[in-house]
């Protein structure tokens, strides 16, 4: 079945640091790709996505390009604030059997220092 | 504002107790969905519903139960057959079961069983 797997956490950077969460999936077909954050105690919210490969999903000074060749679609940012401090997730929706559900991976924690 | 409304965001309940979490959503959304996430966990789906009066099992469906009367909402029951309870729990929606159709999230509701 479908699968996403992402870097483990959690990861501590200090502001204007770099940032890179890599996640790579197993899925048939051509499934679209999607980040999401999770701010404390609250629900997820979409932070990008992209629908087929090359696409390049950008929001907020967040990117992820949709890599097909090595599947993957690693989440960037150049310049990282505190206010980003939140839980990242990856996620994939597939067509076919699983009827478009989400399949997420287990969450990246990120926490960013002044 | 539309959006997808929760409630309660927390929840105590006695071990033994049935306890439902409320989900309405106002986006015209014909799919809703329920998630579970634990620590380290991620998420993962319990039901999923694509119409009216229609529901189906997601990864992790035992010990819970659904129903869809009415496009907007989507109640799910935690039983006494759930062996471990305590966790948080999301809902969301979609538009529509195309593979680049994003899911909105509620604010979740954490629940915890003494």
């Known amino acids: 079945g479908d699968s996403v797997t992402q870097m483990e956490g959690p990861v501590t950077l200090s502001e204007e640091a770099f940032l890179t969460i890599n996640c790579t999936y197993t899925?048939?077909?051509?499934?679209?790709l999607f980040w999401y954050v999770q701010y404390p105690g609250e629900g997820l919210q979409l932070l990008l996505k992209a629908t087929k490969a090359d696409d390049k999903g950008s929001n907020k000074g967040f990117e992820a390009t949709y890599r097909k060749e090595t599947t993957s679609f690693h989440l960037e940012k150049g310049s990282v604030q505190v206010s980003d401090s939140a839980v990242y997730f990856c996620?994939?929706?597939?067509?076919?059997?699983?009827?478009?559900?989400?399949?997420f991976g287990k969450g990246t924690l990120l926490t960013v220092n002044p | 504002d539309g959006g997808i409304t929760q409630s309660p965001k927390y929840l105590f309940r006695k071990e033994g107790q049935n306890v439902t979490l409320s989900c309405e959503q106002n986006l015209n959304h014909d799919a809703m969905y329920w998630y579970r996430q634990d620590p380290g966990q991620g998420l993962r789906l319990i039901y999923y519903s694509q119409i009216v009066n229609d529901f189906q099992k997601g990864d992790i469906a035992e010990g819970y139960s659904v129903s869809r009367e009415k496009k907007e909402s989507f109640p799910l029951t935690v039983t006494s057959a759930q062996k471990n309870p305590t966790a948080f729990y999301l809902c969301?929606?979609?538009?529509?079961?195309?593979?680049?159709?994003?899911?909105?999230f509620g604010q979740g509701t954490r629940l915890t069983v003494v």
């Open positions: 996620a994939l929706r597939n067509s076919g059997g699983s009827n478009y559900k989400l399949t």
């Open positions: 969301a929606s979609s538009a529509g079961q195309g593979v680049s159709t994003e899911a909105f």
């Open positions: 899925a048939t077909g051509y499934p679209s």
